[in-house]
Nanobody, 123 residues
Framework: VQLQASGGGLVHSGGSLRLSCAAS????????MGWFRQAPGKEREFVAG????????YYANSVKGRFTISRDNAKSTVNLQMNSLKPEDTAAYYC?????????????????WGQGTLVTVSS
């Protein structure tokens, strides 16, 4: 199983980035997908999730209205469009896969993890 995240980089405050995660080795449509982030010295936190069919999405309050998660089951990819970025969004971002029926925001519920992609937002 491999989750390959990409798209991170350096952006000014107010800018945008689009993260992508390509999955292989799993039946992608059977998994809810999530994005988490971890800033230096902080715990990993939930950012956004999307259910198997793509019909339901859920977000952390801190990113609601600024970030949009989407998926393409035909291509086994999940994306995170991040707009109006703030310095406090600076973190390593991880995609993860969860086969349970719950729309979980808990990291320990996710079975598979990508390697992370770094997002840095300058003020």
């Amino acid at each position: 199983v491999q989750l390959q995240a990409s798209g991170g980089g350096l952006v000014h405050s107010g800018g945008s980035l689009r993260l992508s995660c390509a999955a292989s080795g799993i039946t992608f449509r059977d998994y809810n997908m999530g994005w988490f982030r971890q800033a230096p010295g902080k715990e990993r936190e939930f950012v956004a999730g999307i259910r198997r069919s793509g019909g339901t999405t859920y977000y952390a309050n801190s990113v609601k209205g600024r970030f949009t998660i989407s998926r393409d089951n035909a291509k086994s990819t999940v994306n995170l469009q991040m707009n109006s970025l703030k310095p406090e969004d600076t973190a390593a971002y991880y995609c993860a896969a969860d086969r349970s029926n719950a729309a979980s925001t808990t990291a320990s519920d996710y079975e598979y993890w990508g390697q992370g992609t770094l997002v840095t937002v300058s003020s």
